[in-house]
């Protein structure tokens, strides 16, 4: 019996390994033999020496050209004039990849979704509340939050206390989403020292985005079965579990008050709840998913990018002062400062812009597959059903389009670029990917953008014009930002502190 099972099994090894490098559709593609053959090249890189894969790939786009089969069914593109035809808009089905679907754990919520249609219908439902009106609308709010910031920095004036940016930022980001999501946040500028371990707890989630990919069938299945498995193999679940059940029972409270007509404010998830969509896609389980990649995806992405660009404009005196002369005009000249009047100043647009450009959004490559339509990329056609991916990282990074690209040059943005010798801003804003493109885009542009105007505008608003401290940088460098590894999100030095200042 066993033997019979032993040669059943590698009569499958065998049929893969013939499969993989001799009928696949992508065999004829370069790249290297071993990650055509398994994934566990791809896991090698990603999960155990946490997150190299993407510098391995750009590697390999030096030795095999511009497309590469990056592993058994995956083939990646380096090349920024082919992006629009990856990330695609409604001319063409685009569904994701199952296998990289799966990566967040949360293949119900939108970002998670396969078919094309069904996450037509699922963004549909989003698209109104994160639109640039409605983000206008719930203005208020967020400034609130950034105020009740302000003034804890405030109270830090003089006293020498260190205080963590990237930490409170994190704090910031998952405030504002979570009061947009609920209706309530959980509090966390207010917490001591800004709570680092949320902002741990979030880069973790990011890191296992790896494993998923790789076990994601036993991550459900555990789940689903014995839970008390998952969290001792993994204490991350612990935490995730929890986070969970609290975003299940706001969901519930939430749903209670809609059949009740008990609706006293105006949410994400009042609105997914009092929407259109069918029942099924209000099931607990699905928003849950939902609630979970929108409190993920909001909390990062944006305080990374925050920090970021506070550090590039503290760490170059010109910069800063380029930027307060603006923010002075904004802040005498208006009664009441808004996103709206903020991006009206060209100058402060080019600094949210560049420091968008250099936090790339995400690190990873997004994958994408056209199902009913080939590809057509040079000499090569792609058949359709082949995942496809390009790193937006590398983009915004080349230096053909960004000369001296990981420095922070505002200018790039502004008509004068031409007269320092870059490509024009209208050539720069072509390749501008930090939110991707296509109907798979980032949905919360708005909120993101509205959060960065706002924020930046309020922190580094000059004395002169009614702000209350500066800020200096405290041990923190370039290394800080300087990507080390791709854990979906930018991810730099491990023993790194983040953004650090003192209140003056």
Request: aromatic residues 12%; proline residues 6%.
């Amino acid at each position: 019996m066993l033997l019979a099972v032993a040669f059943a099994l590698i009569a499958y090894i065998l049929c893969i390994v013939v499969y993989r490098l001799y009928l696949t559709p992508v065999r004829s593609f370069p790249g290297p033999r071993l990650a055509a053959l398994t994934f566990w090249y791809e896991f090698y890189y990603d999960v155990w020496l946490r997150g190299k894969y993407v510098w391995k790939i750009e590697k390999l786009h030096r030795k095999y050209g511009p497309i590469v089969r990056i592993n058994p069914e995956e083939l990646h593109i380096d090349d920024p004039s082919f992006y629009d035809e990856v990330y695609v808009g409604p001319t063409r089905k685009t569904n994701k990849w199952p296998w990289s679907a799966k990566m967040f754990g949360t293949t119900m919520a939108t970002v998670g979704t396969v078919d094309h249609d069904i996450h037509r219908q699922r963004r549909t439902a989003l698209n109104p509340f994160f639109s640039k009106k409605s983000i206008s609308g719930i203005e208020p709010s967020i400034q609130a939050h950034v105020i009740k910031l302000y003034r804890i920095l405030v109270s830090f004036k003089g006293t020498g206390h260190i205080v963590n940016l990237s930490d409170a930022f994190a704090c910031l980001s998952a405030d504002i989403i979570s009061d947009c999501a609920f209706g309530e946040t959980y509090g966390l500028v207010g917490s001591p020292d800004f709570a680092p371990e949320w902002r741990k707890f979030m880069m973790d989630l990011s890191l296992g985005t790896h494993l998923m990919k790789q076990f994601g069938w036993a991550y459900q299945l555990l789940m689903a079965t014995f839970p008390w498995v998952l969290t001792r193999l993994h204490p991350l679940s612990r935490k995730l579990f929890q986070l969970r059940k609290r975003l299940k029972n706001q969901i519930e409270i939430i749903r209670s008050s809609v059949k009740d007509n008990r609706v006293s404010s105006r949410t994400l998830f009042h609105a997914l709840l009092n929407g259109d969509l069918p029942d099924a896609e209000k099931s607990p389980k699905r928003l849950t998913d939902e609630a979970l990649t929108v409190i993920g995806a909001g909390t990062i992405t944006t305080a990374h990018t925050l920090a970021l660009t506070v550090f590039h404009v503290l760490s170059r005196p010109i910069v800063l002062r380029k930027l307060q002369h603006e923010l002075h005009k904004i802040f005498t000249s208006n009664t009441e400062v808004t996103w709206n009047i903020l991006s009206q100043s060209p100058y402060f647009s080019a600094v949210v812009t560049e420091g968008l450009r250099l936090a790339f959004g995400v690190s990873h490559r997004l994958q994408r597959v056209s199902p009913d339509a080939d590809l057509v990329y040079r000499e090569w056609i792609i058949p359709a059903g082949t995942p496809v991916s390009q790193t937006q990282m590398f983009i915004l990074t080349s230096e053909k389009i960004f000369p001296n690209p990981q420095e922070f040059i505002p200018e790039r943005w502004l008509p004068i670029a031409t007269l320092m010798g870059l490509p024009s801003a209208s050539e720069a804003k072509r390749f501008f990917v930090p939110f991707s493109r296509g109907t798979r885009s980032c949905v919360g542009m708005n909120l993101a953008y509205a959060e960065l105007f706002i924020t930046i505008g309020t922190l580094l608003r000059p004395i002169n014009a009614g702000g209350q401290f500066e800020m200096d940088l405290f041990e923190t460098t370039q290394r800080d930002f300087k990507v080390e590894y791709d854990w979906f999100n930018p991810c730099a030095a491990l023993d790194s502190r983040g953004l650090r200042v003192s209140i003056k």
